[in-house]
């Protein structure tokens, strides 16, 4: 193991890298460098997120669209269903087949303060996409339990829901506890999930924010990364190279228990997952 790298002890990687649409000219260079930069590793797609409640669909579907032109690669829109009624969804999803764009990823979205029961959950969503064509269908997962779930089976369950209704594949929300991923990898095989479950990185490189959106999430972030990235606040560069080097030792680890796709959060910066990819064996 230690003369291999991942790419060469699993045979064919999958990777995917996720961006959100830009705000600002500057954001819109950044985010166009960055694609440049990681369409050179052939992703398997690439998916761009899409604001619920703030009116961003058209943004997302204007940067897949965008994508799909300039690189020909799969760019595949998420979609969420907690703001949109069911025929508006209907349109959508034409509307995107009928644009060449085949994949979504497929949510529920989160329910904004103080609001209703949602009218749906992803499970209806996939159930739609794949009564409007065949779309290939992925979802999110939640390793260490969505906020909202009753508990962590009613989870798994929720999960195993979207499976039967047609998702293609699951990706995970980001986690830094590997053992986390790979005992909730083993309940969905139990509970007959065939299915990928694609786990998601996040390369860190703004600690502090990390720590705070985690919190929302439910997402462990270990003692140890606390300890990592102490006396850093004030230095992006050790920073920047701290996350590398932990979401480094992730995948190599993930790729010894027989990991073969991998869901990179970009936040829109090429470098971290450029490098990490590098170092699983994928090369231009
Ligand atoms: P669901 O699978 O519907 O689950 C939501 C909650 O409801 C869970 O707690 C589940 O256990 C519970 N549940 C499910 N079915 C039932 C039922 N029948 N009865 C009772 N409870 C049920 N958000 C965005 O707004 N935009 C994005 O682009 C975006 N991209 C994401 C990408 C990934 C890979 C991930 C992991 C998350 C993303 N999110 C995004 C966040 C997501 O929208 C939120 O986590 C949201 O709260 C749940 O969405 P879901 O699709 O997992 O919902």
Same mark, same amino acid.
């Given at each position: 193991?230690?003369?291999?790298?991942?790419?060469?002890?699993?045979?064919?990687?999958?990777?995917?890298?996720?961006?959100?649409?830009?705000?600002?000219?500057?954001?819109?260079?950044?985010?166009?460098?960055?694609?440049?930069?990681?369409?050179?590793?052939?992703?398997?797609?690439?998916?761009?997120?899409?604001?619920?409640?703030?009116?961003?669909?058209?943004?997302?579907?204007? /940067?897949?669209?965008?994508?799909?032109?300039?690189?020909?690669?799969?760019?595949?829109?998420?979609? +969420?269903?907690?703001?949109?009624?069911?025929?508006?969804?209907?349109?959508?999803?034409?509307?995107?087949?009928?644009?060449?764009?085949?994949?979504?990823?497929?949510?529920?979205?989160?329910?904004?303060?103080?609001?209703?029961?949602?009218?749906?959950?992803?499970?209806?969503? /996939?159930?739609?996409?794949?009564?409007?064509?065949?779309?290939?269908?992925?979802?999110?997962?939640?390793?260490?339990?969505?906020?909202?779930?009753?508990?962590?089976?009613?989870?798994?369950?929720?999960?195993?829901?979207?499976?039967?209704?047609?998702?293609?594949?699951?990706?995970?929300?980001?986690?830094?506890?590997?053992?986390?991923?790979?005992?909730?990898?083993?309940?969905?095989?139990?509970?007959?999930?065939?299915?990928?479950?694609?786990?998601?990185?996040?390369?860190?490189?703004?600690?502090? +924010?990390?720590?705070?959106?985690?919190?929302?999430?439910? /997402?462990?972030?270990?003692?140890?990364?606390?300890?990592?990235?102490?006396? +850093?606040?004030?230095?992006?560069?050790?920073?920047?190279?701290?996350?590398?080097?932990?979401?480094?030792?992730?995948?190599?680890?993930?790729?010894?228990?027989?990991?073969?796709?991998?869901?990179?959060?970009?936040?829109?910066?090429?470098?971290?997952?450029?490098?990490?990819?590098?170092?699983?064996?994928?090369?231009?």
């Amino acid at each position: 193991v230690l003369n291999q790298n991942i790419a060469e002890l699993n045979g064919d990687i999958n990777v995917s890298f996720e961006f959100f649409p830009p705000t600002s000219e500057a954001m819109e260079n950044t985010l166009w460098q960055s694609i440049d930069h990681l369409k050179k590793l052939k992703p398997k797609f690439v998916s761009v997120t899409y604001g619920a409640n703030s009116g961003t669909r058209d943004r997302t579907h204007g /940067v897949i669209k965008d994508i799909k032109e300039r690189t020909g690669l799969i760019a595949a829109p998420h979609l +969420t269903c907690i703001d949109a009624s069911k025929d508006e969804l209907k349109q959508i999803a034409l509307d995107y087949w009928n644009s060449g764009i085949k994949h979504i990823v497929a949510l529920r979205g989160d329910i904004p303060e103080g609001g209703d029961r949602p009218h749906m959950y992803a499970a209806d969503l /996939v159930e739609l996409l794949k009564s409007q064509a065949s779309f290939d269908v992925s979802v999110a997962a939640y390793p260490e339990v969505h906020p909202e779930a009753k508990t962590a089976q009613a989870d798994l369950l929720a999960l195993k829901a979207k499976m039967d209704a047609g998702a293609d594949r699951a990706i995970t929300q980001f986690f830094f506890d590997i053992e986390s991923y790979l005992r909730f990898r083993d309940r969905c095989a139990a509970i007959g999930i065939d299915q990928e479950v694609v786990p998601g990185i996040l390369p860190v490189s703004n600690y502090k +924010t990390l720590v705070k959106f985690s919190k929302l999430c439910n /997402v462990k972030v270990p003692n140890w990364m606390h300890k990592m990235y102490e006396g +850093t606040d004030d230095d992006p560069t050790t920073r920047n190279l701290i996350g590398a080097s932990i979401a480094m030792d992730m995948v190599k680890v993930l790729g010894e228990e027989g990991v073969k796709d991998f869901h990179f959060y970009t936040l829109n910066r090429s470098e971290l997952s450029y490098a990490i990819c590098h170092t699983l064996g994928i090369r231009p």
